[in-house]
């Protein structure tokens, strides 16, 4: 029911900062929340942050300090900036919106994006 579109990825060297952005395009009514998870080769996905079309948002253990979500709701987009980049931050990184109707009670967690490679390397 939502398309989401990401851009921004790319190679940066460690200690360098990237910003990544996504918009969801279609049933943006029912988005509830956005953010970004990402995936390392061989890794489980994790959590890197989310952000509510409330503002509250969370933000994973291994990049507080480092990493920013901020969303803009009027363009259905949320972004993450990414600071003091470190290699192991390199990993696929994945949009996600989690959808609902407060009127049914439903709710989807599970819409994701194609991916952006990050690449952290000297």
């Known amino acids: 029911q939502v398309h989401l579109v990401e851009s921004g990825g790319g190679w940066v060297q460690p200690g360098g900062s990237l910003r990544l952005s996504c918009t969801a395009f279609g049933a943006t009514q029912m988005v509830r929340a956005m953010g970004w998870f990402r995936q390392a080769s061989g890794e489980q996905r994790e959590l890197v942050a989310n952000?509510?079309?409330?503002?509250?948002?969370v933000l994973g253990d291994s990049v507080k300090g480092r990493f920013t979500i901020s969303s803009d709701n009027a363009k259905n987009s949320v972004y993450l900036q990414m600071n003091s980049l470190k290699s192991e931050d390199m990993a696929v990184y994945f949009c996600?919106?989690?959808?609902?109707?407060?009127?049914?009670?439903?709710?989807?967690?599970?819409?994701w994006g194609q991916g952006t490679q990050v690449t952290v390397s000297s």
């Open positions: 996600n919106a989690a959808l609902g109707d407060s009127r049914s009670g439903w709710f989807d967690p599970n819409y």
């Open positions: 952000i509510s079309t409330t503002g509250s948002s």
